[in-house]
T-cell receptor, first 114, second 113 residues
Framework: ETGVTQTPRHLVMGMTNKKSLKCEQH?????MYWYKQSAKKPLELMFVYSLEERVENNSVPSRFSPECPNSSHLFLHLHTLQPEDSALYLC?????????????FGEGSWLTVV | DQQVKQNSPSLSVQEGRISILNCDYT??????FLWYKKYPAEGPTFLISISSIKDKNEDGRFTVFLNKSAKHLSLHIVPSQPGDSAVYFC????????????FGKGTRLHILP
């Protein structure tokens, strides 16, 4: 139990569907992240939020839309995804954005796009 | 171009022996390095880190060695235990430049009985 909870753990969606991934952290952290883990590829940073403000977007397609309503919650809204978007999506948090602060990951949401 | 490379996708080690996981990096600006461990169906968990001002950091059975001139770091696990079977990710960051953490592709460690 890392203090970062992701739901759902598994999601299968069609290319025309709209769904959302949810992340909640109970650690009092100020920074939250979305990462993508595809098979045989390094972890890819998608979005960074610091104090509820998006501070980084690593050239992620607009079919992925993050939302951070408060410092404890982070969403990833998904629409018109492609099969190649199937991957493990990991939410993480840290005290703040300074490196040297350990990043705590959630268990991940396995996404399959059919 | 991968800035953090873990060239061994998998490694098998006998229980009780030493496991050595290797990581190479290309960016000389990196000054902070981390290892994460990941079990199937779980997110990565932080294991151990090292700052570039050190060449060794030890925590129980885990020791990380940093060779800055070779741009190489390694994680030693001794003695290896069955619960150490997992994927290990090496990660690096340049704190003075930006705070992005760059991950390697991971190495799957199998501890053999």
């Amino acid at each position: 139990e890392t203090g970062v909870t992701q739901t759902p753990r598994h999601l299968v969606m069609g290319m025309t569907n709209k769904k959302s991934l949810k992340c909640e952290q109970h650690l009092g952290h100020n920074a939250m992240y979305w990462y993508k883990q595809s098979a045989k590829k390094p972890l890819e940073l998608m979005f960074v939020y610091s104090l509820e403000e998006r501070v980084e977007n690593n050239s992620v397609p607009s079919r992925f839309s993050p939302e951070c309503p408060n410092s404890s919650h982070l969403f990833l809204h998904l629409h018109t995804l492609q099969p190649e978007d199937s991957a493990l999506y990991l939410c993480a948090s840290s005290q703040d954005r300074s490196v040297g602060n350990t990043i705590y990951f959630g268990e991940g949401s396995w996404l399959t796009v059919v | 171009d991968q800035q953090v490379k873990q060239n061994s996708p998998s490694l098998s080690v006998q229980e009780g022996r030493i496991s050595i996981l290797n990581c190479d990096y290309t960016n000389s600006m990196f000054d902070y390095f981390l290892w994460y461990k990941k079990y199937p169906a779980e997110g990565p968990t932080f294991l151990i880190s090292i700052s570039s001002i050190k060449d060794k950091n030890e925590d129980g059975r885990f020791t990380v060695f940093l060779n800055k001139s070779a741009k190489h770091l390694s994680l030693h696990i001794v003695p290896s235990q069955p619960g150490d079977s997992a994927v290990y990710f090496c990660a690096a960051s340049a704190r003075n430049r930006d705070d992005k953490i760059i991950f390697g592709k991971g190495t799957r460690l199998h501890i053999l009985p």
